[in-house]
């Protein structure tokens, strides 16, 4: 009996053990799945910067150029300049380790860049999220629309003041809604997975975003020679050029001290730093360009965001007269459909405008202006 008694115990703990893991499960995860994460945009441009592996490689990057460039230095150390007696030791003694140096810049470069161009993608990645957010909103808002038109079309019929065809229009947009609603369903998930995967998240972790997708307009506090002067500066391929430049006169140099006019090395080296030289000038010119090109967009889309909001103030109202005309049997299902479709696309063109907006802003922020001829940046 007293056996029996402790097995009942036994078997009664483990189920209350078993009992309290699950709610501290059910509590951790929550009921429906993983808990939702608060994110704002500075957090998730934190951890982006703490668990994108593309800074890792950045900073592993410099620290192998370090070790490369401490190698030529050293090297270079062990020869006196009486010990260089020939072109290859003049390459070993000061070419070697310029170019170690200039690739020690340039690493150190490619860090920052990496930096300001995780930063940009994960704002990017961000507003994505925001934007597919606000489209399902507006799918989900129409078909609730539909289906109570719906309920009004199929009370009408049924007291003959509605033809069948009328519920059957209303009932096919109601079956589009659905359709369209699970497809942004979709791209909302996978904008969320892409945030997820670019801030080291688990890609199947919901979100809420704080940040709210509104619009801050720049485009008058925005300094135009300031702007291009820090472009030019931060531009990869204007700064790997000049660096080069600086390697290609260092190679002159060496080439001329040992050999005269005329020599293949000599005049190579002297025709390379003049490529280089025209190399920077044409990206300049580039990069001004791309500037000059972004800061008009600015005003463009500032216009255009003024003008889409009274478009969709404008479509919101017909759409509120159509609905009850609809009702009062003066337009039919079709005029009705119309008139959503057209205030979905003006709210949907509202917010793509405002999303290349942010972007653009974006681009100022962290000086990343792609170019024909290159790119700094993403």
């Not at 009004?152 to 033809?163: D, F, L, N, P, V």
């Not at 972790?205 to 702007?227: H, N, R």
């Given at each position: ?170 009932e096919a947009a109601v079956a589009s809604y659905q359709a369209l609603v699970t497809d942004e369903e979709n791209k909302y998930r996978a904008a969320v997975m ?185």
């Amino acid at each position: 009996m007293q056996t029996k008694i402790f097995r009942k115990k036994a078997v009664i703990g483990i189920l209350v053990t078993l009992i309290m893991l699950a709610v501290a499960a059910l509590n951790a995860i929550g009921i429906d799945g993983p808990k939702i994460k608060e994110l704002s945009l500075k957090e998730a441009v934190d951890l982006a910067l703490k668990n994108n592996p593309d800074m890792e490689i950045a900073e592993l990057g410099v620290q192998k150029a370090q070790v490369q460039y401490d190698g030529a230095k050293e090297t270079a150390g062990d020869l006196s300049v009486e010990d260089v007696q020939t072109y290859e030791y003049g390459l070993l003694k000061w070419v070697n380790p310029k170019a170690a140096e200039v690739g020690l810049n340039l690493a150190k470069k490619s860090r920052e860049l990496t930096e300001n161009s995780l930063r940009f993608s994960v704002e990017n990645a961000y507003y994505n999220v925001l934007k597919a957010e606000k489209n399902l909103q507006i799918k989900r808002e129409n078909l609730k629309y539909f289906q109570e038109q719906l309920k009004i079309a199929q009370t009408a019929y049924k007291i003959g003041t509605k033809a069948r065809v009328d519920v059957s229009l209303i009932e096919a947009a109601v079956a589009s809604y659905q359709a369209l609603v699970t497809d942004e369903e979709n791209k909302y998930r996978a904008a969320v997975m892409e945030l997820n995967r670019m801030t080291g998240l688990d890609l199947d972790t919901p979100l809420k975003l704080t940040s709210t997708f509104a619009l801050e307009k720049i485009s008058g506090t925005v300094k135009l020679d300031e702007t291009i002067k820090l472009a030019l500066a931060d531009n990869f391929e204007i700064y790997s050029v000049k660096q080069d430049v600086e390697l290609k006169k260092v190679q002159y140099e060496v080439a001329n001290k040992f050999y005269g006019g005329g020599v293949t090395i000599n005049d190579t080296a002297k025709i390379d730093t003049k490529i280089a030289e025209a190399k920077v000038r044409k990206q300049e010119l580039a990069t001004t360009l791309v500037v000059k090109q972004s800061y008009l967009s600015l005003f463009t889309l500032e216009r255009m965001i003024d003008w889409q909001k009274k478009e969709v103030e404008k479509a919101q109202e017909i759409a509120r007269v159509f609905a009850l005309k609809y009702e009062a049997g003066l337009v039919t299902s079709l005029d009705v459909k119309k008139a959503t479709i057209d205030l979905e696309q003006s709210q949907q063109n509202l917010t793509e405008t405002i999303f290349k907006y942010n972007l653009l802003k974006s681009q100022f922020k962290y000086n990343l202006f792609t170019t024909g001829s290159g790119s700094s940046g993403v």
